[in-house]
Every structure is written in structure tokens, then in C-alpha cells.
């Protein structure tokens, strides 16, 4: 486990689940159809699955911010 403090367990990054169609729901080997929030005494963390938070952009910077 990488990286995990403060990750609460989810099934939509369990090793066991795989998410469905329609977004909303993941598909288990251990419990059937669950939500993607639901976690179970199964879960098994798997990184691949975890999607990261996207940067936030740059700001912009003025041809005057680099003059002295």
C-alpha cells in the first residue's frame, strides 16, 4: 500500500470490484452489485484502479512579473 494515509476504503478502487456501465455502481467477486462508496471487511487496496486528483493549473504570468 502506497501512499494510503487518510484513504478511506472504497470499491471503486478494490481489487475484487470493477466498475460498472453505468458509473454508479461496481460490479464485486465477493458481494455482487454494490455502490462505489460501499467498503467491505474484503477490500483489498489496488493502486491501479485509484484515479489521482487533477493538478490545479498554473497562474498566469505577466511578461512583467520577469523584469527587474
Request: glycine share 6%; with cysteine; net charge positive.
Amino acid at each position: 500500500m502506497l501512499n494510503t494515509k487518510g484513504l478511506s476504503p472504497s470499491c471503486s478502487y478494490c481489487e475484487y470490484g470493477k466498475a460498472s456501465v453505468d458509473g454508479e455502481t461496481v460490479l464485486c467477486r465477493k458481494k455482487g452489485v454494490v455502490e462505489k462508496d460501499f467498503a467491505c471487511k474484503k477490500f483489498k487496496y489496488d493502486i491501479l484502479k485509484r484515479q489521482p486528483k487533477r493538478p490545479k493549473p498554473l497562474e498566469k504570468f505577466n511578461p512583467e512579473d520577469f523584469s527587474l
